[in-house]
């Protein structure tokens, strides 16, 4: 997408280095953070400056991708086999990390040990794969936009846009395609406490191309819903289980159970990528606890321009922070993937294989 | 109740000062705010330096109290109904202001032109009604401690705390009583964006009395119930219809939905004051938007110790921030007042008076 009149993607490789968008520094800077080995570029996933199932899958293959540079010595397939549990070991609920390590780690160790040729091999392999991610962006987005009528109000929580993809998003897709389709929309972006994925991200990414919208608190979805002011829910996913059950950021639970209540569509927009047909049902999702710090305070930028973090919460009081909820199938329409749109269910989810 | 060893109310009034804690400092410092005028009390009102349902009703019949003292000159009655009106338009959705300032504006003007006679009745007034006010509290704790049994987890929603009200509060009124009588409970605190009285007062209250407590997102509700960690959820009123509909903070009505589809109680604590006869249904109460900057920006406790502002959405662009939302009677297991636990329903509304 176009910042500022420039294309960007939000992660790329050049050799051995990784290049993303500091997604700490936004929506207050835009800059550029480069990571030179595969354990800067883990430590850039746990702590956020890359995050988004579609992003830390780029990101974690680019990584495994380092790691095949890295691996000269004596004992390659030791230190890749290490390196490949400590890139998975950053964030354990998006599925798009595990698949795209998989993938990568596979192509290479094959060649060895002939390191010039693994190189190769990897390289492409993780170029492809996010190659694919942002292709499958455009169609989630080209056929999510199917959903969308002109003058419709849309609900979106955390960022499921291009920053959380290599470009174009899942659940911000659609809503691209119908605005550059000329439809008028309307975004409510839900803030995504602790982190404010939504506040920050999303609303930047709308701001940044003109779409109309709103950021609400979280605690805004019923009264809106109740009010009659939301036509459309749309998501992402950062794991799909095989029936169709999926977690996603803390929070899109509650959405799809209060869009149920009030007769509001809930869509999941996710690639097939996403969907772990190993996993039989939601319970069998793993859910990352973060620091409670992320509650406990806030980080912000101060009226005379510094970035600054603050307490907003009582001191001596400790506070729960599980990063994502599972959605039981039940609750959602239908899942938007780069194949169409398909029921949240086992059988339309394997016809996609 | 007592803060390090001393015993505070919420709100009182000595002559024509109003004291108040100051709820803006809290939780960082500990400060007792003085309006020495009625035009000071109201801003106190509006900033929300005293806040919540039963603490604004006393201040709002204290800055009655304090129009008296100020209505010396030759036309005291048009100045008494600028005053009034001037408090009424502080904050539109709680029944509490409205009733107190009625209340109190009523016993004196029957008195005018005795001043001396009309300030000794609007203070025995004002004083009766925040007197009731904790003498209800109190009620409600012993009554709403019946549901609650030893090991309870315990959702609440804001702060309707002693904070909120002149002593004990409404919805923790009963958390306190079962606390004391020795029963575990365990409060899951929801934040409670944009002001965040939930991590700030909340928790504050609940640290100070040595109950154990946990805050969370307001987005981890669903997350909570779906998992079975909550037993209970216990919020208060700003205002109740007389068919039992219930206007309360923003995300209230989601933890009421939410609490029905996980077959959880979902309880309303509220003195009787707060309900309002001449108001039918949900439909009808006018909910405060509050301004966009309260979402938009967040204050807190740097490192070193100072209090301040941050940005924390995107630049550009807006939001939306309506303080409350109406909660159908049909989510609403019972009400706690302070006549016994009620059936959100018309029939047993009336009944109360």
Redesign the interface.
């Known amino acids: 997408m176009k910042v500022k009149g420039k294309e960007y993607r939000t992660i790329w490789i050049e050799k051995s280095t990784v290049f993303m968008i500091n997604q700490l520094s936004?929506?207050?800077r835009f800059e550029i953070y480069e990571s030179k080995t595969y354990l800067e570029t883990c430590d850039a996933i746990k702590n956020m400056i890359v995050r988004g199932a579609g992003a830390i899958g780029a990101a974690a293959g680019f990584a495994m991708v380092q790691a095949f540079y890295e691996a000269r010595y004596k004992n390659p397939k030791g230190f890749l086999e290490k390196a490949r549990k400590h890139i998975e070991g950053t964030r354990p609920t998006a599925r798009d990390l595990f698949y795209a390590v998989e993938k990568v780690y596979q192509a290479g160790i094959r060649e060895l040990p002939d390191r010039k040729k693994a190189l190769e091999v990897v390289e492409m392999e993780a170029r492809t794969l996010a190659m694919e991610n942002e292709m499958n962006a455009y169609s989630m987005g080209k056929i999510g936009a199917s959903l969308i009528s002109d003058g419709m109000r849309i609900l979106t929580h955390c960022n499921a846009g291009w920053l959380g993809f290599v470009n174009m998003g899942s659940a911000l897709a659609p809503v691209y395609f119908a605005h550059w389709a000329g439809k008028r929309v309307h975004v409510?972006?839900s803030?995504?406490?602790?982190r404010?994925q939504g506040?920050?991200?999303t609303?930047?990414e709308?701001?940044n191309e003109g779409v109309a919208?709103?950021?609400?608190?979280?605690?805004?979805?019923?009264?809106l819903m109740?009010k009659g002011r939301i036509d459309l829910v749309i998501t992402g996913a950062d794991r799909i289980a095989a029936n169709g059950d999926t977690a996603n950021?803390?929070?899109t639970?509650?959405k799809a159970?209060?869009a149920k209540?009030y007769n509001i569509p809930f869509y999941i927009a996710a690639p097939i990528s996403t969907i772990d047909l190993e996993c039989p049902s939601g319970e069998h999702i793993i859910i990352e606890e973060r620091d409670e710090k992320e509650?406990?305070?806030?980080?912000?930028?101060?009226?005379d321009g510094r970035m600054?973090?603050?307490?907003?919460?009582?001191?001596?009081?400790?506070?729960?922070?599980?990063a994502f909820?599972?959605t039981p199938a039940k609750y959602i329409t239908g899942i938007i993937t780069e194949k169409g749109i398909i029921k949240a269910e086992a059988r339309a989810i394997l016809k996609l294989y």
């Open positions: 936004l929506p207050f409510y972006v803030e995504t406490r602790p404010g506040a920050r991200l609303a930047w709308l701001h919208h709103t950021i609400v608190a979280d605690t805004a979805t019923a009264y109740a950021k803390l929070g639970l509650e159970i209060l209540e509650v406990l305070f806030q980080t912000g930028l101060t009226n600054e973090t603050i307490r907003v919460c009582s001191p001596g009081s400790h506070a729960l922070n599980p909820d599972v």
